[in-house]
């Protein structure tokens, strides 16, 4: 069996706090799968996750950046199937940050999503597409309402 290579990549929970109320970003993806995630990204040839972040942000929403946390998880995932461009690449082992914006419209990066949303944390939670992608919006809605990661 031929074995692949896990990609280095962050899981970025962007949020905004308005008033009396937290709301996350999803973003509709359109490459290699159709369905609702928030940011994430590879790293780049010896890029630090924190430089990855900022990027990503950057890069996919085009949002002011007011705070960044590390939240102690890490995962992996394998891909549901081999894409074409990322050869012997097989999933992604990654790192959680949550993403405080200041609240904005977002510039989406067309190639990679075709909608955004603003949710509070219950409609985000149903909306998002993978499981591992829910658990990490629990862990940052946790921290955020009561300042506990786990």
């Not at 962050?10 to 928030?38: A, P, Q």
């Amino acid at each position: 069996m031929k074995r692949g290579k896990y990609r280095k990549a962050v899981f970025i929970v962007v949020y905004s706090k308005g008033k009396n109320k937290i709301e996350y970003l999803i973003l509709k993806r359109k490459l290699h799968w159709i369905g609702w995630e928030f940011l994430k990204g590879g790293l780049e040839y010896s890029e630090e996750e924190k430089h990855a972040v900022k990027r990503e942000v950057v890069e996919e929403t085009g949002l002011k950046i007011l705070k960044i946390k590390g939240m102690k998880i890490k995962g992996s995932y394998k891909y549901k199937k081999i894409l074409k461009d990322r050869p012997g690449i097989i999933g992604q082992n990654f790192s959680l940050y949550s993403v405080e914006v200041k609240k904005a419209r977002v510039k989406l990066d067309r190639l990679e999503h075709s909608d955004y949303k603003w949710l509070d944390f219950e409609k985000a939670l149903k909306k998002l597409t993978w499981k591992n992608q829910r658990e990490c919006l629990k862990v940052v809605n946790k921290f955020l309402t009561n300042g506990k990661e786990n």
